[in-house]
């Protein structure tokens, strides 16, 4: 598909992941609002809330050229592209 693609295409397509986040980090997200609904559902009265950043995994900061890597792989992947 990657050879078929046009690079307009394949920038829309980096745009749109942007808007419209996929993958693991998006996913983390989600766990991460889902904890903190649990976790406000059942804090003390006088407990400040959680937010779902409480909850996110931390790794080790990257680059950003590292970010732009992980991203072109992950719309490689998303388009059925191989590296």
């Known amino acids: 598909m ?3 693609i ?3 295409d ?8 942007r808007l419209e986040p996929w993958g ?10 889902i904890a903190s ?15 779902p950043a409480d909850f996110l995994p931390e790794f080790e900061i990257e680059t950003e050229e590292e970010a732009q890597a992980r991203m072109m792989a992950q719309a490689f992947a998303a388009l059925g ?3």
């Open 37 to 51: 609904t649990i976790a406000n559902g059942n804090r003390g009265k006088n407990q400040k809330p959680f937010k």
């Open 10 to 17: 394949f920038a829309e397509w980096m745009a749109y992941s």
């Open 24 to 33: 693991e980090r998006r996913e983390d997200l989600r766990m991460g609002i």
């Open 6 to 8: 046009s690079s307009r």
């Open 81 to 83: 592209g191989k590296r």
């Open 2 to 4: 990657l050879r078929e």
